[in-house]
């Protein structure tokens, strides 16, 4: 891999948990972290971010590590150092072996070994029967300003999606405070909107700020609301020679009292 540098940027945005499911997929790698039962965040590397790419079909290779370990590690030349990247895993209760070189400097190179643990089940929250109900797809940067800007006293963000004029409107609210947001599809923020039929959903807004990490390394952002509340957020990083990252985020809908 060439940037051991945005692999680790990845990592920290959906470094809210200490341990992460690691997975080697065909079509790249996986990494997974849960708060509770309300918030599954995946970061994917797809294959083509490696010049060499290989996983055993005949195996699962699956497990779980400290992400603030394997974070420190892709890092260990400094922030500002970009770096190659060699990764192997041998099988089930080795450990993870990162080859790393600097750019900048020739015959200078240091392999670290993580340790590795059973992976725990993963929950499946995608409901093959439930339909998309609305999508939104906005600036990330400029989504990133308003999260950024909604009251921290308030506990709960309620989404408000309509064919209608203003399409959409985002109230937040606690114990004292109340505050909505209007947003038409026309705004700048918008590059696109579809929905059929209002719908309104509620969420807590602590699980909403996990995503603020990825927003402030991608381009854009898209909200996927699906029919029975479950909303998905995907966002896409670009790198300088047009190859992409993505991370995932899925979050559960607050239940109506």
Not at 115 to 141: C, G, H
Not at 162 to 174: A, D, K, L
Not at 200 to 208: D, S
Not at 242 to 250: C, D, K, N
Request: hydrophobic share 40%; proline share 4%.
């Amino acid at each position: 891999m060439d940037s051991g540098k945005t692999l680790c940027s990845l990592l920290k945005a959906i470094q809210f948990q200490e341990s992460a499911v690691f997975c080697a997929l065909p079509e790249g790698l996986k990494l997974t972290v849960e708060e509770g039962k309300c918030v599954q965040a995946s970061a994917y590397v797809p294959s083509d971010n490696f010049a060499e790419y290989h996983v055993r079909d005949d195996v699962d290779v699956m497990f779980k590590i400290s992400i603030a370990v394997l974070a420190e590690c892709l890092n260990i030349f400094g922030s500002l150092e970009e770096s190659s990247l060699k990764m192997y895993y041998r099988g089930e209760g080795s450990p993870l072996l990162l080859v790393l070189q600097p750019t900048s400097v020739n015959n200078v190179m240091t392999d670290c070994e993580i340790s590795t643990q059973t992976a725990d089940s993963v929950l499946e929250l995608r409901d093959e029967d439930a339909e998309e109900v609305a999508k939104l797809v906005l600036k990330a940067p400029a989504f990133l300003g308003l999260l950024a800007d909604l009251e921290r006293s308030c506990d709960i963000i309620e989404l408000n999606l309509s064919p209608e004029h203003p399409n959409v409107s985002i109230v937040t609210y606690g114990m004292q405070d109340r505050s909505c947001i209007d947003m038409p599809k026309s705004s700048d923020m918008v590059q696109s909107f579809s929905c059929e039929q209002p719908i309104t959903l509620k969420y807590q807004l602590h699980h909403i700020r996990l995503i603020m990490k990825a927003l402030a390394i991608s381009t854009k952002v898209v909200l996927r609301c699906s029919s029975n509340g479950l909303l998905l957020l995907q966002l896409k990083l670009e790198k300088e020679d047009q190859r992409q990252m993505f991370s995932e985020f899925y979050i559960i809908p607050l239940l109506d009292d």
